[in-house]
């Protein structure tokens, strides 16, 4: 079987809905559950269930597709090169959000008053930082972008598919956090494209993630 070609089978449509809501699902029951400020052990419980759900996908969905992790731009080469590319993703993020900023500024919206980490300590939000990284670039970007690139017969397609959705999923964090995500999300989505390297995806979206909220507060 060519594992560069993902087939549409019932396995691919739930990996369809795990990576398009599986995250939210869970953000969502704790949220309900236990309020919007999670205590550290709450937090650790709901993003180590994100990973299960990363886990899940990994080793029983793709298997059952018959596909390698390659599939979804998950491979062991070129360390050197996709850490060049991680610097650039990076850089190229930063400079897109910094420009999302002001936009928010002209529009009077606000961002980055979220208390979502304020009970939480340094290494938690770290933790969180690198779930992020790791559970959204396989499932916004390495899943849904190629599962839906194969489904649609059309790159823009796919990428629109996966890019709104995930800024939409944001909508927590008001009309900025959507602007931002929905822009990081779509520079991200094109250098998978580009280069179909997760890894240096994710490496790159933690950055973006941990340098702000763990280096810098």
């Known amino acids: ?16 809905l795990l990576s398009m809501f599986g995250i939210t699902a869970i953000n969502e029951t704790f ?8 205590t550290n052990g709450q937090m650790m419980a709901k993003e180590s269930l994100i990973f299960g759900l990363v886990g899940f996908l990994l080793f029983y969905i793709i298997p059952k597709e018959k596909l390698t992790l ?3 731009g998950l491979h062991n080469r070129h360390w050197g090169r996709s850490l060049i590319w991680v610097v650039i993703i ?8 910094l420009g999302c900023l002001e936009i928010c500024k002209l529009l009077g919206w606000q961002f980055g008053e979220s208390k979502s980490f304020d009970l939480l300590s340094k290494p ?68 998978y494209f580009w ?23």
Do not use: C
């Open 1 to 16: 079987m060519n594992h560069s070609i993902a087939p549409t089978n019932r396995y691919t449509w739930i990996g369809l």
């Open 31 to 38: 949220k309900y559950t236990f309020g919007s400020q999670l």
């Open 70 to 72: 390659e599939s979804i």
């Open 90 to 97: 990076f850089i190229v993020s930063i400079a897109a959000i």
């Open 124 to 191: 938690v939000i770290a933790f969180v930082t690198l779930r992020a990284g790791v559970a959204e670039e396989v499932f916004m970007r390495g899943f849904l972008l190629e599962r839906l690139t194969v489904i649609t017969g059309k790159k823009w397609m796919a990428f629109m598919l996966s890019t709104i959705p995930f800024g939409l999923l944001h909508y927590p964090q008001g009309y900025a956090g959507i602007l931002i995500a929905t822009v990081a999300g779509g520079v991200l989505a094109l250098f």
């Open 195 to 217: 280069k179909k390297d997760l890894k240096a995806n994710i490496i790159a979206h933690f950055l973006v993630d941990f340098i702000p909220n763990v280096l810098l507060t």
